[in-house]
């Protein structure tokens, strides 16, 4: 199994930037894609950035621009930056995994973190 911990969230001024990132541990080797997602209230999980295995990235219209995600595969860990921040950027933020599709990789297909909150205030 894999654990993920996100850590970085917190109360920002509007304009201003962010870092959230991600420690990965356990079976990391069975680590392919990794994302950062946001959910509000009330409101289901959206992706945010991807960043493949072999390191292409994409993001969500509503952070292109303003967002960059970046993954340290030695380290394990996965990165977030956010710049002119907005009060709509306000929500809980998860860092994910997902399973490779290989034989010894086992248990649940989705990784999850517990989510750190950002909140963007005016």
């Known amino acids: 199994q894999v654990q993920l911990v996100e850590s970085g969230g917190g109360l920002v001024q509007v304009g201003g930037s962010l870092r959230l990132s991600c420690a990965a541990s356990?079976?990391?080797?069975?680590?392919?894609?990794m994302s950062w997602y946001r959910q509000g209230q009330g409101r289901g999980r959206v992706l945010v950035a991807t960043?493949?295995?072999?390191?292409?990235?994409d993001y969500a219209d509503s952070v292109k621009g303003r967002a960059t995600i970046s993954r340290d595969f030695a380290e394990n860990t996965l990165s977030l930056q956010i710049e002119s921040l907005k009060p709509e950027d306000t929500d809980v933020y998860y860092c994910?995994?997902?399973?490779?599709?290989?034989?010894?990789?086992?248990?649940?297909?989705?990784?999850w973190g517990k989510g750190t909150l950002v909140t963007v205030s005016s």
């Open positions: 960043v493949s295995g072999s390191g292409n990235k």
């Open positions: 994910h995994g997902k399973k490779k599709t290989i034989w010894w990789c086992t248990g649940e297909d989705d990784y």
């Open positions: 356990g079976n990391t080797g069975c680590m392919g894609d």
